[in-house]
């Protein structure tokens, strides 16, 4: 007989306080993958001085019970970005800089409860795209740059999935630029 894979999960806010009753809540419904955004622009301040205290607590508590991790990673830093941030969340002007900062998540939690990482929240609505214009080729550039050195930085740990890729998006046009752009 073949094995189930199917699993449930839910997105959570995780900067809540209660992350043990929030965890707990989860447990409780059946479910055993968590979902959280992981806003780049809150936790790396300067090039390399990222502050993953409240990651380190979430997933581990997640990982004590058993409940694997998706990070959504999101909103680049301002010294990311020529325009500094302004309007909005964004990804950086240089694609190897939310590499380096995804290959250290994976790097950091691959092994310790982390399931896996998708490669920028909602990348096709300018809510998450702000100061570029939506295009398949950037977001592409963004997945070549980050994939490779997360997959190596994942496999180090011996974890099987370390990219989650959600194309957020029922446009067929959306993805043909997607593939067209390789």
């Known amino acids: 007989?073949?094995?189930?894979?199917?699993?449930?999960?839910?997105?959570?806010?995780?900067?809540n306080?209660?992350?043990?009753?929030?965890?707990?809540?989860v447990q409780g419904m059946g479910f055993n993958w968590a979902k959280i955004q992981v806003r780049w622009c809150d936790m790396e301040g300067a090039k390399g001085n990222a502050d993953l205290g409240s990651t380190d607590d979430f997933v581990g508590k997640a990982n004590a019970r058993g409940i694997k991790v998706i990070f959504s990673v999101?909103?680049?830093?301002?010294?990311?970005?020529?325009?500094?941030?302004?309007?909005?969340?964004?990804p950086p002007d240089n694609m190897n800089d939310a590499a380096d900062f995804m290959a250290g998540l994976a790097s950091r939690y691959c092994g310790k409860g982390l399931g896996a990482i998708e490669v920028w929240n909602e990348h096709n609505l300018l809510t998450e795209w702000h100061g570029k214009p939506l295009s398949a080729q950037l977001y592409m550039d963004m997945l070549k740059a980050a994939y490779p050195r997360m997959l190596d930085q994942g496999s180090q740990k011996r974890q099987g999935r370390v990219l989650f890729?959600?194309?957020?998006?029922?446009?067929?046009?959306?993805?043909?630029?997607?593939?067209?752009?390789?």
């Not at 007989?1 to 449930?8: H, I, M, R």
């Open 165 to 182: 890729i959600g194309p957020r998006s029922k446009d067929d046009l959306v993805l043909d630029d997607r593939l067209a752009a390789g």
């Open 74 to 90: 999101v909103c680049a830093p301002a010294w990311s970005r020529s325009d500094g941030g302004a309007g909005g969340s964004g």
């Open 1 to 15: 007989a073949g094995k189930n894979l199917f699993a449930y999960g839910i997105q959570l806010d995780w900067t």
């Open 17 to 25: 306080k209660d992350r043990d009753g929030e965890l707990n809540q």
